[in-house]
C-alpha cells in the first residue's frame, strides 16, 4: 500500500490536488503552475489540519 493516495484533481496547466496520508489521514494541497510547486498541510478555517478517517 502506498502512504500517499491522491483524492482530488482539477486543472491541467495549473493544478490543484489534494492528498490524503492513508496512515495518519492528515491532508495535504499541492499545486503546480508551469515549473512551480508546492506542497503543504491542509488546514480547517481555524488553522488546524483537515483529517480523513
Known amino acids: 500500500m502506498e502512504r ?3 483524492i482530488c484533481q482539477q486543472g491541467t ?3 490543484i490536488e489534494i492528498w490524503v496520508d492513508t496512515e495518519t ?3 495535504y ?3 503546480r503552475n508551469g515549473n512551480a510547486a508546492g ?3 491542509l488546514v480547517d478555517k481555524d488553522g488546524n489540519p483537515v ?3
Open 13 to 15: 496547466i495549473d493544478v
Open 4 to 6: 500517499f493516495k491522491k
Open 25 to 27: 489521514g492528515v491532508n
Open 39 to 41: 506542497f503543504t498541510v
Open 51 to 53: 483529517i480523513t478517517k
Open 29 to 31: 494541497i499541492f499545486h
